[in-house]
């Protein structure tokens, strides 16, 4: 089991003999997405606007982590030089220091990069930029934030195009940032597709990442973004039925972690507020154990909206999901 353990916020690059990437993966733990706010085409366009109580909220918890989805590609220059808005910039200063300040280690991604999905030959050089701006301004920030390359790499941005692309964006981070934990995924951030994700040999501060959402019916039951999903409505989570198929796709991706010598990070798991309460939280206790299992590090999704774990409204967590994510 992953348990509790203090962050060492340190504000120089470490040397190679300061601790590897398993390390660091577990001082990512337990951890919980901020999901819905700056990854909004606006931040507050889809309800959710972060606040410095929302950050100590997670540290009264228990938690060990954030990771704050960003969607960097609406606040940019479309063209070159891709100038990244530099109040949008400070807006994610903040929110950086809100998590380093309560001693939670926070990951920040690239989110919602529809464009790159669409066409990523053409907006490649794009997000190489964007991390170039991003890892230059973040370099001397302490290695208890790691940087996560994109979410989800998704439709045309296929495997092989995803395998030819990452390497110039892990150059453009690794020109400042020699030593800063990277995250990185395979197509959709699946656990299917992650044996076709091949990392750099020589590139040891590399931690991967998948993401779970099975079985897609009862988790996104009623989902408005996913087609048919209203037909889903009243499907119940079967742990006797259901349990061995994710111990076996965990063990899948605990076999590929050993077989390359790279520690997984769960970036995502949660189940959408239209499921019934007693399946979500046995649901969710299923796949942190099996996560903690595994010796996965892991991020529920998410804090305060249509998956969340607290209720924004009442300022309090729900006790249900909460103590399914934390033993409480």
């Avoid at 590609?73 to 063209?79: K, M, N, V």
């Avoid at 930029?129 to 290695?143: C, E, M, N, S, V």
């Avoid at 030819?164 to 800063?180: E, Y």
């Amino acid at each position: 089991m992953i348990i509790s353990v203090a962050l060492p916020l340190i504000s120089s690059p470490p040397s190679k003999a300061d601790p590897d990437a398993f390390a660091f993966n577990r001082l990512l733990g337990r951890g919980i997405n901020l999901g819905a706010a700056l990854e909004a085409p606006s931040e507050g366009a889809w309800g959710v606007t972060l606040k410095a109580d929302y950050f100590q909220a997670i540290e009264d918890a228990g938690f060990n982590s954030v990771r704050i989805p960003i969607r960097w590609s609406a606040h940019a220059l479309p063209d070159p030089p891709y100038t990244i808005d530099p109040a949008f910039f400070e807006r994610v200063d903040w929110a950086i220091d809100q998590a380093l300040s309560r001693n939670l280690a926070v990951v920040i991604n690239v989110h919602h990069y529809e464009e790159m999905d669409n066409d990523p030959v053409k907006q490649a050089p794009r997000l190489a930029t964007l991390w170039r701006q991003i890892a230059d301004r973040y370099r001397d920030r302490p290695q208890a934030l790691f940087f996560e390359l994109l979410n989800e790499p998704s439709e045309q941005l296929t495997d092989e195009r995803w395998e030819r692309i990452f390497p110039d964006l892990l150059q453009a981070i690794r020109d400042s940032n020699p030593f800063r934990m990277v995250i990185i995924g395979a197509y959709w951030n699946s656990l299917d597709h992650l044996p076709r994700l091949v990392l750099p040999q020589d590139d040891r501060r590399l931690i991967a990442t998948f993401h779970y959402y099975t079985p897609l019916r009862f988790t996104h039951q009623g989902a408005s973004w996913v087609a048919n999903s209203e037909g889903w409505r009243g499907t119940k989570w079967d742990k006797d039925q259901e349990g061995n198929i994710l111990r076996g796709d965990f063990e899948k991706a605990a076999s590929w972690g050993r077989q390359n010598e790279r520690p997984i990070y769960l970036g995502e798991f949660g189940t959408i507020d239209q499921a019934e309460m007693e399946s979500r939280a046995s649901w969710t206790r299923a796949v942190v154990r099996e996560a903690e299992k595994s010796g996965f590090s892991w991020s529920y999704w998410e804090f305060c909206a249509s998956f969340g774990a607290y209720d924004p409204v009442a300022k309090a967590w729900r006790r249900p999901l909460l103590g399914a994510l934390l033993d409480k």
